[in-house]
Each structure stands twice: as C-alpha cells, then as structure tokens.
C-alpha cells in the first residue's frame, strides 16, 4: 500500500473485494494530518522561529513517526479485514468445524479491532501536535494546521466505527474491554480538533 499510485489505491478500495476499506481509509486520512503537520514544522524554522525550535523539531519528529505509523496502519488494517473474511468463509458442515469456524472468527474480529483503535491513539496525539503548532507556527500556513486537525479528526471518528462494529461481534466482554477506554476519548478528541479549527477560522477572518 505505501508504494501504490493514489489511483490504483482508490480502484482497490472502489472495487467489490473487503479490502481495503473504510479502516485502511482513516488510517491514511491520519497519515495525510501527520503529512501536512511536518511541512507546517518545516515551514516553522529559522530565526524567526528560533524561540519555538525546540519545540517545532519535536513536532516534526512525531508527526514523521506517525506518518509512518498510520500506513502501517493502513495495511495492517486491510490485512486484518481479510482475514475475518477468510474466517467466516471457513466450513461449517460439522460440529466440531463450527466450533472451529466459531473462534476463529471471534479471534478475526478481535484482531481487526486492533488497528483502527490504534488509528484513533495516533489521531489523538495528531490533534495534540496541531494544538503545540497553532500558536507557534508559520502563519502562511496555518489553514494546514486545521487541516490536518480536521482529518485527524475525521480518522478517529471513521475508525470509531470500525472498532465499533469489530466489537459488536465479540462473544465475551472481556474482550472489548482493553478498546473501551479508546472509544471513550474519541468525543474529546473530536471536540479539541474543532476548537483548533475554530481558531485558524477565527485568525483568517481578521
């Protein structure tokens, strides 16, 4: 996924195939905010940013690392996806392959909830980034700042719902309990993204 064309990437995801999906997409919009945060640091450099430049090379640091991390995520997700697929396709004709067929799927959807749930841990540290960057960096670019909260935003919430819908499938609560505190954050995290973008609105509109 990381060397494919954009193109060919949205013929995989516009074709009848389970993957990729809606979980590799809010990876890759995570990725995009990551993106757009490091050239916004990049941007943030020199002597009239010499107060913040400890501060702005960190940033850079973390969002290249998510960037990475967010593909990963994105591939990590479609290989997952797959795999409840091929769980579910699995015979049933017998007790003993039902019951088979059975945890298997249930350790299909269990995997599968892993990584949009870490795609809404990397949006969350996104929006925190954009909110270390909205006071300090370039002004010239500061629509790209709420940009990328935006799509960090946008990440958590689409990956919210893969997560959701994975754990709908789970037989035993104890195994939707390690994604519930994941979950819980995802309003706050989407609160915090409007309010960065509220404020580049606000400063543009001076």
Known sequence: MRDDRIGDFLDQLAARVPAPG???????????AAALLSMV?????????????ETVSAVLAESEAARDRAVRLAQDDAAAFA????AYRLPRATPEEQAART??????????????AATIT???????????????GNRNVITDVAVAAELARAAASCARLNVETNLAGLAEENARVEFLD????VDE??????????AVREAIGR
Do not use: C, F, N, W
């Not at 795999?83 to 091929?86: A, E, I, P, T």
């Not at 945890?103 to 949009?116: D, F, S, T, Y």
């Open 22 to 32: 809606g979980g590799a997409s809010a990876a890759l919009s995570a990725a995009q």
């Open 41 to 53: 640091a990049r941007y943030s450099t020199g002597d009239r940013y010499v107060e913040h430049a």
């Open 83 to 86: 795999g409840v697929s091929d």
């Open 103 to 116: 945890a298997a799927i249930q350790r299909a959807l269990h995997g599968a909830a892993q990584p949009p």
């Open 122 to 136: 990397t949006a969350a540290r996104l929006v925190g980034l954009a909110e270390t960057l909205l006071p300090i």
């Open 182 to 185: 994941v979950l819980a954050g």
């Open 189 to 198: 995290l989407v609160t915090r993204a409007q309010m960065v973008t509220a």
